[in-house]
């Protein structure tokens, strides 16, 4: 069955301007979560969504945004890019968000340099 | 505070050679760890998961094992590939929220 898939993998943007990544799960996977992984700081969480609903929120100022449309796939919006933003943002879904047999399965990640 | 440590950040093993990442945590309340491995340039991959009932727990030549009494985790490589080279992260769940180590970065060189 295909994996979590992220578009686009590589994207570069000038600071200041805004930014959408697209996240689609696997399917029948409710759950959907978006984390930011830069060398310095690993992997940080920034927010969960389940069924269209944003469940749980990580420490991420305003401009980072999201949501889930009905069919699961999810976005997330970046607005007035600073260059710290620049990092690997991953992607992963799960059934339910609280799986302990099957944990979440990550995507391949959008790799965003803010220039 | 809740956080994950690993330990150590960066390590060069041979092919062949056996190793062990570490992992401590302050998470409370606990509710499980997983092992994960990341190639460069992917997403992470779940090794395994243990609660806290769960000692032990092998996935191949992966071997993770949890003391929740001193809240430490380790990872054990057997007979290390140069394919094992990779990130390997501790993350502590406590009901919906996650937190994770910053990761141990293996390198095996034949």
């Known amino acids: 069955k295909a994996g979590v898939t992220q578009t686009p993998r590589y994207l570069i943007k000038t600071r200041g301007q805004q930014v959408t990544l697209s996240c689609s799960p696997i399917?029948?996977?409710?759950?959907v979560s978006w984390y930011q992984q830069t060398p310095g700081q690993g992997l940080q969480f920034l927010f969960e969504?389940?069924?269209?609903?944003?469940?749980n929120k990580g420490n991420f100022p305003g401009r980072f945004s999201g949501r889930q449309f009905s069919n699961s796939r999810s976005e997330m919006n970046v607005s007035t890019l600073e260059l710290g933003d620049s990092a690997l943002y991953l992607c992963?879904?799960?059934?339910?968000?609280?799986?302990?047999?099957?944990?979440?399965?990550f995507g391949s990640g959008t790799r965003l340099t803010v220039v | 505070k809740n956080q994950v440590e690993q330990s150590p950040q960066s390590l060069i093993i041979l092919e062949g050679k056996n190793c062990t990442l570490q992992?401590?945590?302050?998470?409370?309340?606990?509710?499980?760890l997983r092992w994960y491995k990341q190639d460069t340039g992917r997403g992470p991959v779940s090794l395994t998961i243990?609660?806290?009932?769960?000692n032990t727990k092998s996935n191949g030549r992966y071997t993770a094992t949890l003391d929740a009494d001193t809240k430490q985790s380790s990872l054990h490589i057997t007979a290390s590939q140069l394919s094992d080279s990779a990130s390997y992260i501790c993350v502590v769940s406590s009901g919906n929220q996650f937190y994770f180590g910053t990761g141990t970065s293996l390198t095996v060189i034949p």
């Open positions: 992963a879904s799960s059934w339910t968000g609280a799986d302990l047999e099957y944990g979440y399965t």
């Open positions: 992992c401590n945590y302050t998470v409370s309340p606990f509710s499980n």
């Open positions: 399917s029948g996977h409710r759950s």
């Open positions: 969504y389940f069924s269209e609903t944003q469940r």
């Open positions: 243990m609660t806290f009932s769960e």
